[in-house]
C-alpha cells in the first residue's frame, strides 16, 4: 500500500492521459510514488557501480620538484 508523504493516509491510484498516478484525498494532490522512486534509483547505483574502472583511465597525482632548489 502506498502511503501519501505529507500526512500518511492510503493514496488512490487513478489513471489519466494514457498514465497512472497517486492522488490523497485528505491533501486533495497528486503525489509521486516514491517507492518507485528508489527502486529505480537503486537500480542507476547498481549499474553505475558494475561499471568497468581502467587504472590507465585514472589521473595520476604528480609533485614537481621547486625550481632553482
Not at 28 to 46: A, V
Request: hydrophobic share 35%; proline share 6%; charged share 20%.
Amino acid at each position: 500500500m502506498n502511503s501519501c508523504p505529507c500526512c500518511s493516509s492510503q493514496l488512490l491510484r487513478h489513471a489519466r492521459h494514457n498514465r497512472v498516478y497517486w492522488f490523497c484525498s485528505r491533501c486533495w494532490q497528486e503525489m509521486p510514488d516514491l517507492s518507485e522512486m528508489i527502486l529505480s534509483n537503486n537500480l542507476r547505483t547498481h549499474k553505475r557501480d558494475g561499471l568497468v574502472k581502467l587504472p590507465a583511465l585514472t589521473p595520476k597525482v604528480r609533485i614537481l620538484d621547486s625550481v632553482g632548489a
